[in-house]
């Protein structure tokens, strides 16, 4: 019989469906201290990498400059039986590139905020905050998922 752990891991096609109908995305970097710097952001799924972008001063981008180790985690379920998530673990690649970052941010924005992000009066917005930020791309090493509805309330 295959072990609990295998029993919940989601396949890669659940690990896409699952990253797309989720909405927050927790990033944690090292900080300077040695210590573990978590914070949540929202994010797109760009072919097939989990993108986001964040101010250029952040203290994630010092992180990531330092040492680009991360692991980024979305998880959902109010009950055990209903515990869901995805952990991305790798590294974080700066995208300092305005028209990447402007892309990223585009794609988050339209994720988040639909069509009209794009619009003639919105876009300007869009194409300052690129200007003010740096793009982060999930180079990924390891996927760990979980998925407690498949136990079928058994454990």
Not at 36 to 62: C, E, I, N, R
Request: charged share 25%.
């Amino acid at each position: 019989m295959a072990n609990q752990r295998s029993r919940i891991a989601m396949t890669d096609d659940e690990v896409t469906a699952y990253l797309d109908t989720q909405r927050i995305l927790n990033v944690a970097t090292i900080g300077p201290s040695g210590h573990p710097h978590v914070v949540a952001m929202w994010y797109a799924v760009m072919d097939g990498q989990v993108a986001f972008w964040t101010f250029a001063k952040s203290q994630k981008v010092l992180n990531l400059r330092r040492d680009p180790k991360l692991s980024a985690l979305v998880e959902s379920g109010e009950t055990y039986n209903e515990l869901r998530g995805v952990e991305l673990v790798g590294t974080g690649r700066l995208v300092e590139d305005y028209e990447q970052t402007l892309a990223i941010g585009k794609a988050v924005g339209v994720r988040y905020n639909g069509e009209g992000v794009l619009s003639e009066a919105a876009l300007p917005f869009l194409e300052a905050q690129a200007r003010k930020r740096i793009g982060v791309l999930v180079d990924v090493e390891r996927v760990v998922s979980w998925d407690h509805t498949k136990l079928g309330g058994a454990y």
